[in-house]
């Protein structure tokens, strides 16, 4: 039974660096350590548990960093078909087809944003605007190290001083991106998504 833990902590730690996301990694990866600590401490094997307990220490002090609010974000209104675009798109293409299936870097976009936070490209923002305030959301994507929902927030709070009201998403969806879409304030009517800014 004691052997059955120290196994389940090495399988969490093993399976944290599977993770694409930070956060999910430091989360999983301070559960296994805990789980594996512990299994030290009941086989007195002290050096181990002291590791495990340093790995904690330094998981729960990044996770505190990468959650904090005052994350210093800024947003870049750009053009499509621009390089720093074109390469993000490119390079998350795998990633971006796991939210957005039925994208197409040829969408026709006509506002673009980038978000970056501490001048490191963070999320991108695609949409069509009728000229009325409504974006229609053609991509709304994070990228994996800042996928915590503060972009999100971020970027919704500074677009009504761009003229843009509301945001609509009509495209195919994906369990994880209504779950985001949910959480971020979206409400479902008639197969889409609807968002009023403030």
């Keep these: 039974m004691i052997e059955l833990i ?6 969490l730690v093993v399976v944290s660096m599977l993770m694409s996301s930070v956060v999910k990694l430091r989360v999983i990866n301070t559960i296994g350590s805990g789980i594996f600590a512990a299994y030290a401490l009941m086989i007195h094997s002290y050096p181990t548990a002291l590791m495990n307990g340093f790995l904690i220490g330094i998981n729960i002090y ?3 960093k990468l959650t904090r609010k005052d994350r210093s974000y800024d947003l870049v209104e750009g053009a499509a078909g621009e390089g720093l675009l ?12 796991l939210y957005f299936p039925d994208f197409s870097a040829d969408s026709g976009a006509n506002r673009v944003y980038l978000i970056c ?3 490191n490209p963070a999320g991108v923002l695609l949409g069509t605007d009728d000229g009325q305030g409504t974006l229609q959301v053609l991509l709304d994507y994070s990228t994996p190290t800042y996928r915590d ?6 970027l919704y709070s500074k677009l009504p001083s761009k003229g843009i009201h ?7 969806e994906t ?9 971020m304030g979206f409400v479902k009517e008639n197969g889409v ?5 403030p």
Excluded: M, P, V
């Design 6 to 11: 120290g196994y389940l902590g090495s399988a």
């Design 62 to 64: 990044n996770l505190l």
């Design 86 to 97: 074109r390469y993000l798109l490119d390079y998350y293409r795998e990633d971006i087809r």
């Design 117 to 119: 936070c501490n001048g």
């Design 149 to 154: 929902c503060s972009i999100g927030a971020y």
């Design 166 to 172: 509301t945001l609509i998403f009509a495209g195919q």
């Design 175 to 183: 369990q994880a991106h209504a779950a985001y879409l949910t959480k």
């Design 193 to 197: 998504y609807r968002k009023s800014l």
